[in-house]
């Protein structure tokens, strides 16, 4: 993977994200206005306390990705012009990981040990890393003939998944323990990519001939199991497996894809979307079953949770204020904790206007009402 060259130099993690020094409750603020159109609220019943993390600077760019059970949370953030760096997240606190001296670095994923996988800018290219507090920052060696990876899931085994990329393209592969690459095989594509990893060593991700990306799995050292799509639909893509070897994902063409979840001897499922709302996509599931992601609706943008008894829910009808919009998840634990990404809410400002996206970024942990 080339160079990123538009990023210079190092972001403190304190100049991008104001972090309180605790964890801050939310309370319970007013209503806001909703567009004409759309349906009436139902009676917010609160499901989740709501832990203010922090902001991040107006201008800034941000991805945050996964959720272990030990409530830490892994992503990157940064302006433009001042770099960007990765950082691993709690209800308390931010820290900054990977060398100092990168200008560029961003996590994905990590494990119940503390592992982060991610990737950081080196002198040649970009490479996959593993960090941990303990053993610090090992790189992640591309496939042979390559020049580039990204590490994007780790599961409990300390196994990581994850792309090698060079003059032959872009191809899934999995690290072991120790950083062996190993191939994911594939049929004749340009284009694969392994998104998650589950305990027993059973990855996911796409595979993409030119026409069209496709959902797969690969299990073991098998080669990749094509997972289908819902009916109608060309594309799909799995970005998430539970060790029951659920896996969600989203089906469809860009801009009216919907979230969908494989179960084992089951149909590809449908997840729906919010009202209003034309497309939705999975971002995470765990082993009870509950998937997060994000999805149209009348109001816009908006954070889901779906369960088998319940359906799809707009995550802000789960929690007790009104003036913050949670807009997209990155992960969930086996506890049901939500790691999940907002916004303030501009009353009267209707659904996705120009006005609510220049709002700063806030990070939020949802834990569950007893």
Not at 75 to 84: E, K, L, N, W
Not at 137 to 153: H, K, N
Not at 224 to 253: K, M, Q, T, Y
Not at 339 to 365: C, K, M, Q, S
């Amino acid at each position: 993977m080339e160079r990123q060259s538009k990023v210079r130099a190092i972001v403190s993690a304190t100049a991008v994200l104001a972090v309180l020094s605790a964890a801050v409750p939310l309370a319970a603020h007013g209503p806001t206005a909703r567009p004409a159109g759309a349906p009436a609220p139902a009676p917010r019943v609160p499901a989740y306390r709501v832990l203010d993390v922090g902001t991040l600077q107006e201008g800034g760019s941000s991805l945050f990705r996964g959720l272990n059970n030990s409530g830490h949370g892994a992503g990157g953030s940064g302006t433009f012009g001042s770099g960007h760096r990765a950082l691993m997240l709690s209800s308390t606190q931010v820290a900054p990981i990977g060398p100092p001296g990168a200008d560029y670095s961003r996590a994905f994923g990590l494990n119940d040990l503390g592992e982060v996988v991610g990737s950081v800018n080196t002198a040649s290219a970009v490479r996959g890393f593993v960090w941990s507090k303990t053993a610090g920052l090992r790189l992640l060696s591309p496939l042979p003939g390559d020049s580039g990876s990204e590490g994007y899931a780790i599961n409990e085994r300390s196994e990581t998944v994850g792309v090698s990329s060079g003059p032959r393209g872009v191809h899934a592969v999995r690290w072991t323990s120790s950083g062996v690459p190993q191939a994911l095989a594939t049929a004749s594509t340009r284009t694969s990519r392994a998104l998650a990893i589950n305990d027993a060593g059973d990855a996911v991700g796409s595979v993409d001939d030119g026409r069209a990306r496709r959902a797969v799995r690969w299990r073991g050292g098998a080669s990749a199991e094509d997972l289908g799509a819902l009916p109608g639909h060309a594309a799909s893509e799995a970005v998430a497996i539970n060790n029951r070897g659920d896996v969600a994902g989203w089906s469809g063409p860009l801009g009216a894809e919907r979230a969908a979840l494989w179960a084992p001897g089951l149909a590809v499922r449908d997840l729906g979307t919010l009202p209003g709302g034309q497309w939705s996509r999975a971002r995470a599931l765990n082993g009870r079953g509950e998937v997060v992601g994000t999805s149209g609706s009348f109001l816009g943008t908006r954070a889901f949770r779906w369960t088998a008894a319940g359906g799809l829910q707009d995550l802000n009808d789960l929690i007790p204020i009104s003036d913050i919009v949670l807009l997209e998840v990155a992960g969930i634990n086996e506890a049901g904790e939500i790691f999940v990404v907002g916004r303030d809410e501009l009353p009267n400002a209707g659904a996705d206007t120009h006005t609510n996206h220049e709002f700063p970024v806030r990070v939020f942990f949802l834990q569950p009402v007893p």
